[in-house]
């Protein structure tokens, strides 16, 4: 088995044409010496400027993005090369890893890494990125069942996912990569089943750190 | 049950004295516009100026510190209130946190919470700083069986450890809150159980949170 893990609809993108000239942007482009143009949408420096921007809510976090990579990245299922990470964003981006590629710790190094990446759509090697919708990346991925893990699916323990998605032999898991609100109409049209993992609802690295271990759990009980 | 948490010996300090006037330390400090001592020290910024430090690779990681506080704080036993988290740094200070407080996920705002309380060894009201060596801390926390993860340990399932957690009242979880090496022999003297996990060495983050999601699976299966 090989995981297809999508963060879909991620809060990830560069500061967009109608605030770049709003005063948090502007001062933080100046404290940086960077193109604003180049600078990654962050709620945490640039929310005044935010209030302008449609469906703001779900919009910039790469903080969030950050952890739910490192959550995923860091486990045993990943560093074996039996997973494939892609980050797909609300602009239709999508980041891809090749297999066991480590992402930045530090956050200032991932912001650099990202920024980069979507400033030039570049490939850095060991991470591409490319315009693809998000039904477009799953047909490529051509994946067998596709999870989707959402507090609007069917309450399902992580135990039966995780054995759902060892039988299949290319699952694709996807989670949300954004803070508030709930998948589009596009998201939910790729996804085969739509699963709520816990009463309370859960960050995304939260989520994502318990499928990856359950299905290791999974595949060491079918490999016994 | 009510798990404590600590992070022990974590690589979480202010810019020590020796290297308070290092060019990468004066250049970061004159960018922040913030008096260099206090500045967290942090290997992503600071590594030309580390190599002078005693145990060098044992410090400045203050995101590995943040990684794991995100891992356990996100997890609904945290949000419960039945996880009692204390960040022990390898100065002897401990960064206590109130009950089912959440801390900031944008590294900035973490990290500026982190030098205001490392600097004025203040209270911020959730998060109290202050002096104390391990072996006090885990006396003061009176806590009963104190389970230590290291690669040092037995090789131990996790479940087996949970089990364990959860048949005591006020049991202590330790974590290394350090990228490389090992526990101290004064840490490992208030270790009741030293534990591996994992046939890999995981990152502190990954163990955290498993640790905490293993023990909700424990309580589950006891209240059932």
Redesign the interface.
């Known amino acids: 088995m090989k995981l297809n893990f999508v963060l879909a609809e991620s809060a990830l993108e560069l500061i967009p044409k109608e605030i770049l000239k709003t005063p948090a942007v502007v001062s933080d482009a100046r404290r940086r010496g960077v193109d604003p143009s180049r600078i990654l949408l ?4 640039h929310h005044s400027a935010m209030a302008k921007l449609r469906d703001s809510e779900k919009k910039g976090r790469p ?2 993005v950050h ?1 739910v990579l ?2 995923v990245t ?3 299922l990943y ?1 074996d090369g039996s997973v494939k990470v892609f980050v797909h964003t609300n602009k239709d981006v999508v980041l891809e890893l090749a297999e066991k590629t480590r992402i ?6 991932f912001r650099g890494l990202v920024e980069k990446l979507l400033s030039e759509m570049s490939d850095e090697g060991i991470i591409k990125a490319y315009q693809s919708r998000i039904r477009d990346l799953v047909k490529k991925i051509g994946s067998g069942k596709v999870i989707g893990l959402s507090v609007q699916g069917r309450q399902t323990g992580l135990e039966e996912l995780a054995e759902k998605v060892v039988a299949s032999k290319s699952p694709c898991v996807i989670v949300g990569g954004f803070p508030h609100g709930h998948f589009t109409r596009e998201t939910l049209s790729v996804v085969d089943e739509l699963a709520r993992v ?1 009463e ?1 609802p ?2 995304a ?2 989520v994502a ?2 499928m990856v ?1 359950e299905i290791e759990k999974s595949l060491t009980r079918t490999n016994d």
Chains 1, 2 share one sequence.
Not at 42 to 45: K, L, P, W
Not at 104 to 109: A, D, L
Request: hydrophobic share 35%; no cysteine; glycine share 4%.
């Open positions: 962050d709620r945490s420096i903080d969030l952890a490192l959550s860091g486990t045993p560093l930045p710790k530090s956050y200032f190094r816990h309370m859960l960050e690295s939260v750190a318990r271990y």
